[in-house]
């Protein structure tokens, strides 16, 4: 697959820090409870850290109490990938970002959270950017 927006290793690197970097382009995970937007109620979109493309709202923000900001859909469904991650003995599906291809965190079905998808989309905050809603 190709995305709208590539950039070689070095330019990521160089764009990034290197706690973004090890997120976003080499798919690490955050700790659990660390990241910034775990429990932002702040109203807005969330966008992707590495090329802004919008990918969440705190519309669909919910508490799952699982560590990591959580979401029942994206923004728009296009506006991520989704990917079978079969790494660490376990299948899982990875999200991406559509636009640049970057490592986002994973989504999981049939949980029984009380969400209209019964889908959480488990993002690393540091994934993300909010732009909080004006006025
Ligand atoms: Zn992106």
């Known amino acids: 697959m190709s995305y709208d927006v590539e950039k070689p290793d070095e330019q990521w690197r160089a764009e990034l820090n290197p706690a973004e970097y090890a997120v ?3 798919a690490a995970t955050e700790p659990a409870f660390t990241g910034e937007y775990t429990d932002t109620k702040t109203q807005g ?3 992707c850290r590495a090329c802004g ?3 969440f709202t705190s519309e669909t923000k919910f ?3 699982c560590g990591w900001p959580s979401f029942y ?4 469904t296009d506006a991520v990938e989704l990917v079978e991650d079969r790494s660490h003995g376990m299948v899982r599906t990875e999200v991406r970002c559509a636009r640049c291809g970057s490592h986002l965190g994973h989504v999981f079905a049939g949980e029984g959270y009380p969400t209209p998808t019964d889908q959480r989309y488990c ?3 540091i994934s993300l950017r909010l732009t909080p809603q004006e006025g």
Do not use: G, T
Request: avoid cysteine; charge should be negative; proline fraction near 5%.
């Open 63 to 65: 508490e799952s109490h």
């Open 45 to 47: 979109v969330y966008s």
């Open 24 to 26: 976003l382009r080499q």
């Open 73 to 76: 859909d994206p923004k728009d």
């Open 123 to 125: 993002i690393n905050s």
């Open 53 to 55: 493309a919008e990918l």
